[in-house]
Structure formats: structure tokens, C-alpha cells
């Protein structure tokens, strides 16, 4: 007999659960199935989209933020480069009774007739009464322009 119980077809199976409590396709429903189920709940999507166009505000500001150091910062050199160009030609147009050596520190001066000079004797070594007024202390660099190391504040 007992072999006859285990005999049995698989169409004759019945589910011993009421057919009222059990979902054919649990994992279609739109709420956990079970007592331990994780709970589901819809999104709201207006939260999801502020958080999304919040996040994307906090990044671009900050794009825009390294974006506006870098050109703060290229002004500064542009800046620079001009003020060198400006030195360059003053000392280019100075009374030179020597030849600069690239490499070696000089000083420019501005006359009282508006003419310039350049010296190698620093603003210091004149003494108490300079004759020229100071207006920049500059090296030769290797492509013959002039970096300034000092200027008149």
C-alpha cells in the first residue's frame, strides 16, 4: 500500500493552502508577499528628481568654480607677461655702457628727464641719496627678455 501513495500522478496534487492566499506570480505584486517581505513602497518622483537636479547644480557650481580660478589665474600671468613686456622695452630703450650677460642681475633706473638706465648697482650700494629713480631690478634670460625680479612698489 504504501507504494501506491507514492504512485500517485502529479495531476492528482493538491495545494493544501487556500487558493485565496496564495499569489500564482508573487513577484508581480506590487507589495511584499510575505511577513518577512521587504516592504515596497512607490517612489515619489518629484524627491527623486529634486535630488537629481540638486546634485547636478552642486556639480556644475563647482565646475564653474575651477573653471573661474583657472582664468583668474591666467589673467594673473597674462598680467604678468605684459608688465614683463613693459620692463623689456624700458630697458631695452635704457643707456646700457656695457653688455648684459644672461643670467646676471641689473638694475633699471628712471632719470629726472624721463630717459632710463640701466646699472648694474643695486637701489642699496647708491647711499642715502640715489641719483636715478629706482624703477626695476631684472635678469637676462637665455631668449634676451628681461624677468623682473623687483619692482618699484
Not at 568654480?65 to 635704457?94: G, K, N, T
Request: charged share 25%.
Amino acid at each position: 500500500m504504501e507504494k501506491k501513495e507514492q504512485e500517485q500522478p502529479a495531476d492528482n496534487w493538491r495545494n493544501p493552502i487556500d487558493k485565496d492566499k496564495v499569489a500564482e506570480n508573487p513577484h508581480l505584486l506590487p507589495y511584499a508577499h510575505t511577513v518577512g517581505g521587504v516592504p515596497i513602497k512607490p517612489i515619489d518622483r518629484g524627491k527623486v528628481k529634486g535630488r537629481a537636479v540638486t546634485a547636478m547644480y552642486k556639480q556644475t557650481d563647482m565646475q564653474l568654480a575651477q573653471i573661474r580660478q583657472q582664468i583668474e589665474l591666467l589673467a594673473q600671468q597674462a598680467h604678468r607677461i605684459q608688465r614683463r613686456i613693459a620692463i623689456s622695452e624700458q630697458v631695452y630703450q635704457a643707456e646700457m655702457n656695457f653688455e648684459p650677460l644672461i643670467g646676471f642681475t641689473y638694475h633699471l633706473y628712471q632719470r629726472s628727464n624721463g630717459s632710463f638706465v640701466l646699472s648694474m648697482v643695486a637701489p642699496r650700494e647708491w647711499g642715502p641719496n640715489p641719483p636715478y629713480k629706482f624703477v626695476a631690478t631684472v635678469e637676462l634670460l637665455a631668449d634676451h627678455t628681461w624677468e623682473v625680479l623687483e619692482e618699484k612698489g
